[in-house]
Nanobody, 129 residues
Framework: QLQLMESGGGLVRPGGSLRLSCAAS????????IGWFRQAPGKEREAISC????????YYADSVKGRFTISRDNVKKTVLLQMNSLKPEDTAVYSC??????????????????????WGQGTQVTVSS
């Protein structure tokens, strides 16, 4: 059973950067897609970026394209989300999720992971001056 744990959240000023980490355990990531989603208070969950571990195929939401970068470290079984040029509207709880279904990377982000996907507990990101 895949288990995921996020880290790296915190408080940052507008224009600043943070790097989130999603560490996996309990299962090989070879057949997984890992996605980053976020949810702000009173708002629906929003997909940020997804990556297919096997070949590094990525998808980004328009709201973060050009500012955020998703990457994988297969040796460390970790997926990173580098967030630059942060804005107050990026404030949310960020969670990573692992999906080994037949969904494409794009479909996982656009339509959400399958119901049996494995979620981390989330990490808070606050962008404020």
């Amino acid at each position: 059973q895949l288990q995921l744990m996020e880290s790296g959240g915190g408080l940052v000023r507008p224009g600043g950067s943070l790097r989130l980490s999603c560490a996996a355990s309990g299962s090989s990531l070879d057949y997984y897609k890992i996605g980053w989603f976020r949810q702000a208070p009173g708002k629906e969950r929003e997909a940020i970026s997804c990556i297919r571990i096997s070949d590094g195929t990525t998808y980004y939401a328009d709201s973060v394209k050009g500012r955020f970068t998703i990457s994988r470290d297969n040796v460390k079984k970790t997926v990173l989300l580098q967030m630059n040029s942060l804005k107050p509207e990026d404030t949310a709880v960020y969670s990573c999720v692992g999906d080994d279904s037949d969904l494409t990377v794009r479909a996982m982000c656009v339509h959400g992971p399958v119901d049996f996907a494995s979620w981390g507990q989330g990490t808070q990101v606050t962008v404020s001056s």
